[in-house]
């Protein structure tokens, strides 16, 4: 397999040289030259604009799948209670199925876990899957990829989402190569592509340095994982109606292999924030575990949260579920203000989807800035103070 | 006690610059590293190799240059390399990376214990432990930070969720993949990571025929995901600099915060 470039047609525009995610063409002397970095993805021959690249691979032909309809959604659950992430895969879903009209179905496992229907409905399921049974209890790798592939089997979806949480990280792959399936992961965000009707599904990649849309027409359901704390929910009208299908599993004993001996809980309360409405994130520039005292007061004026970059949580200022960006939270407040913080791409992946943002920082080149909607330079130790006074003195009034 | 470790050969991502203007990834002169997960991987298998004897093989799928990934893993004390290398492999999402190293896999046949990275750094998915243990048709345990226990018929591992852990117990074979957490790994002896070097008489090179694969089932061909296209992120807002001393930037940012019903 190798990638070829047409001279003639060549302009030396660059753009392959952009968007290869690989640095593996590069333009020299006005024309586009492949490396030794290339891996033949392909990605530059969709995107040149004169049509100068081409390959050697065939491509593949697209099946049938006039008959795959419906999107479906994991209704990730444990103990009973419905994980978060389910109801923003349902509001994702709502707009997924309006684009297609087609119906948006949920697929519900569990023991005893009927009492969930109602919820699911509430956030826009038209029907749910259920498969209840005693085997289905606690999640397990095995019983819950053999009870969905055979759902997926006989219902034929044309699209399926699950969270990309450890329990839907573990199941997706699991079932993508059990029924062939392409499978993106940890998506932020999904949309039908208006020519072709096909799901388009976006996703950070090198540790949030780049995204990549990515298509899979080759296999149906289109599967993708999708991060939680991206997607909004949406409540709707419970007049609707919801159909409930039973679905009878062949599960046996031998299908389950490992034992789970027990589960501990981490004993702090995990803060989510996630909830958060507002969130006051701090960085090194406070300097010291002292140094947050003027944030938790911004906070308590704000009714926010406290949270940091990954240098406040190694410092030990703040506690790891604290920590907002790559290797912590996804965080989508209304409002949220960073203060001594640089803007460091992987924090700044952690808080994109926020409303709006307010920078307080001394150095006034700070790329946190270009992430900001309202910027101050100066110190925050007395920015941040007067900030607080003048939003009590505003309540006051 | 047989183990075979998969391990890609990644760019460091944490070097990469972003150019302030363009926003677009600077690449020049990056590292190429061991996942930082499979070091931790390699770990394992040595350390348990160590204790229960047997052999430990790595392989991984890349570039020919990749074979400096597995040189490494050697000098960590591993027995031997497979590096599967071919055009045709080149492109290769997460269904057909699996596939062929699930193909790799079954070629070596004796094995007790395969272990991943949970995750690589740039692919970011950790969708191939999964995969390669549906391959293989065996038992996973994902997101591994502590093996307690481990004999020739069954293995008690911790899985580590977020908001807690799990102690789970599952026979082997088996396929497990590792996060951080779960050990230091040891550096690699010069005298081992010379002679891997110098000889290259430990790694192997298998290419598709090798794996009496077709080209279809491979790399790009058989990949059933696209990337259509790749952007810097989207981190530019409508920044506004409020001036003057502190009290008039707050009062501004006062008025803009009430304009917008935050407060
Ligand atoms: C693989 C990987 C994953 C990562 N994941 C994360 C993650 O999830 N979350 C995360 O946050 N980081 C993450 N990081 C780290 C990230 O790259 C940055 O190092 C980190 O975000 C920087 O934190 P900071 O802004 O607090 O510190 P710095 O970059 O040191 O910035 C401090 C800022 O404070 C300003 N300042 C100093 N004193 C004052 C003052 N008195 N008043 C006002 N401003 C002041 C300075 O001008 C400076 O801009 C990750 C890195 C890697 C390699
Ligand atoms: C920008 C971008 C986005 C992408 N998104 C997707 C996507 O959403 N879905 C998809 O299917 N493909 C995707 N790909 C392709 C994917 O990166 C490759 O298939 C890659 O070879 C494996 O995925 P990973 O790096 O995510 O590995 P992970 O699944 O994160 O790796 C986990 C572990 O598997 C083992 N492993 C992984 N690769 C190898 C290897 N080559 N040799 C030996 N062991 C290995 C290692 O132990 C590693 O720690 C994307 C590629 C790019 C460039």
């Given at each position: 397999?190798?990638?070829?470039?047409?001279?003639?047609?060549?302009?030396?525009?660059?753009?392959?040289?952009?968007?290869?995610?690989?640095?593996?063409?590069?333009?020299?002397?006005?024309?586009?030259?492949?490396?030794?970095?290339?891996?033949?993805?392909?990605?530059?021959?969709?995107?040149?604009?004169?049509?100068?690249?081409?390959?050697?691979?065939?491509?593949?032909?697209?099946?049938?799948?006039?008959?795959?309809?419906?999107?479906?959604?994991?209704?990730?659950?444990?103990?009973?209670?419905?994980?978060?992430?389910?109801?923003?895969?349902?509001?994702?879903?709502?707009?997924?199925?309006?684009?297609?009209?087609?119906?948006?179905?949920?697929?519900?496992?569990?023991?005893?876990?009927?009492?969930?229907?109602?919820?699911?409905?509430?956030?826009?399921?038209?029907?749910?899957?259920?498969?209840?049974?005693?085997?289905?209890?606690?999640?397990?790798?095995?019983?819950?990829?053999?009870?969905?592939?055979?759902?997926?089997?006989?219902?034929?979806?044309?699209?399926?989402?699950?969270?990309?949480?450890?329990?839907?990280?573990?199941?997706?792959?699991?079932?993508?190569?059990?029924?062939?399936?392409?499978?993106?992961?940890?998506?932020?965000?999904?949309?039908?592509?208006?020519?072709?009707?096909?799901?388009?599904?976006?996703?950070?990649?090198?540790?949030?340095?780049?995204?990549?849309t990515i298509k899979t027409a080759y296999s149906r359901p289109q599967m993708a994982t999708v991060r939680p704390g991206v997607m909004e929910s949406k409540k709707i009208g419970t007049s609707s109606n919801c159909e409930v299908i039973h679905v009878d599993s062949s599960l046996t004993k031998e299908d389950v292999v490992t034992r789970v001996l027990e589960f501990v809980g981490e004993k702090k309360k995990v803060v989510s924030l996630n909830d958060a409405k507002v969130i006051v994130a701090g960085g090194r520039g406070v300097g010291s575990e002292e140094g947050l005292k003027p944030l938790f007061e911004l906070a308590e004026a704000l009714g926010a949260e406290v949270a940091g970059t990954r240098i406040v949580i190694e410092e030990g200022w703040l506690p790891v579920e604290r920590q907002v960006g790559q290797t912590g939270q996804t965080v989508r407040p209304e409002l949220y203000v960073a203060c001594g913080i640089s803007g460091a791409i992987q924090h700044r992946a952690g808080m994109l989807g926020s409303r709006y943002v307010i920078a307080i920082n001394k150095d006034e080149r700070a790329p946190i800035f270009e992430a900001a909607d309202w910027g101050i330079v100066g110190d925050l130790h007395e920015v941040v103070p007067t900030l607080t006074n003048a939003i009590l003195n505003r309540k006051g009034k | 006690m047989n183990i075979i470790t998969l391990i890609k050969q990644v760019p460091d991502t944490t070097d990469i610059k972003t150019d302030p203007k363009t926003g677009n990834l600077i690449r020049e002169g990056i590292e190429s590293i061991i996942n930082p997960d499979d070091r931790h991987a390699i770990e394992v298998a040595v350390s348990l190799k160590e204790k229960y004897k047997g052999k430990s093989i790595v392989v991984s799928m890349g570039p020919p240059q990749a074979i400096d990934a597995i040189s490494e893993a050697i000098g960590m004390g591993i027995d031997e390399g497979i590096l599967l290398a071919d055009r045709n492999f080149g492109g290769a999402d997460t269904w057909a990376t699996s596939f062929t190293l699930g193909k790799a896999i079954e070629k070596i046949n004796a094995y007790d214990l395969i272990l991943c990275g949970r995750q690589a750094i740039d692919g970011d998915t950790a969708q191939i432990g999964p995969q390669v243990a549906e391959f293989l048709g065996l038992p996973q345990l994902t997101y591994v930070m502590d093996i307690e226990e481990v004999d020739d018929r069954r293995i008690i591992v911790k899985r580590g969720l977020g908001n807690g852990y799990e102690r789970v117990e599952s026979p082997l074979p088996a396929l497990i993949t590792v996060i951080g957490e779960l050990n230091k790994p040891r550096y690699p002896r010069v005298d081992l990571l010379i002679n891997a070097c110098k000889e290259n008489a430990r790694i192997t090179l298998w290419n598709a025929a090798d794996l009496k694969v077709s080209v279809q089932e491979i790399g790009l061909s058989g990949s059933l995901t696209r990337v259509i296209k790749t952007f810097s992120p989207k981190v530019k807002r409508e920044g506004e600099m409020l001036k003057g001393d502190k009290g008039e930037a707050v009062g501004q940012l006062i008025e803009r915060l009430a304009g917008n019903y935050l407060i």
């Open positions: 397999m190798a990638i070829f470039i047409d001279y003639d047609l060549c302009t030396g525009c660059k753009r392959c040289e952009k968007i290869c995610p690989y640095n593996g063409i590069e333009v020299k002397d006005g024309k586009a030259v492949v490396n030794e970095r290339c891996t033949s993805c392909g990605v530059c021959i969709d995107n040149c604009p004169e049509n100068a690249i081409s390959s050697d691979i065939k491509e593949k032909e697209v099946p049938d799948f006039r008959d795959r309809k419906g999107i479906w959604v994991f209704a990730e659950q444990a103990d009973g209670v419905m994980a978060k992430v389910t109801k923003e895969l349902l509001g994702l879903g709502q707009s997924l199925a309006k684009d297609l009209n087609q119906e948006l179905s949920a697929v519900l496992l569990g023991n005893n876990v009927g009492h969930l229907i109602e919820e699911l409905q509430k956030y826009g399921a038209q029907r749910v899957y259920l498969a209840q049974h005693e085997l289905l209890s606690v999640y397990q790798t095995n019983p819950y990829t053999k009870v969905i592939s055979e759902i997926i089997l006989h219902n034929k979806p044309s699209i399926f989402i699950i969270g990309a949480t450890p329990i839907g990280r573990d199941l997706a792959p699991r079932i993508s190569m059990r029924l062939n399936l392409g499978l993106t992961a940890d998506c932020t965000e999904l949309s039908i592509d208006q020519e072709d009707g096909l799901l388009l599904q976006t996703r950070p990649a090198f540790g949030g340095n780049l995204m990549a | -």
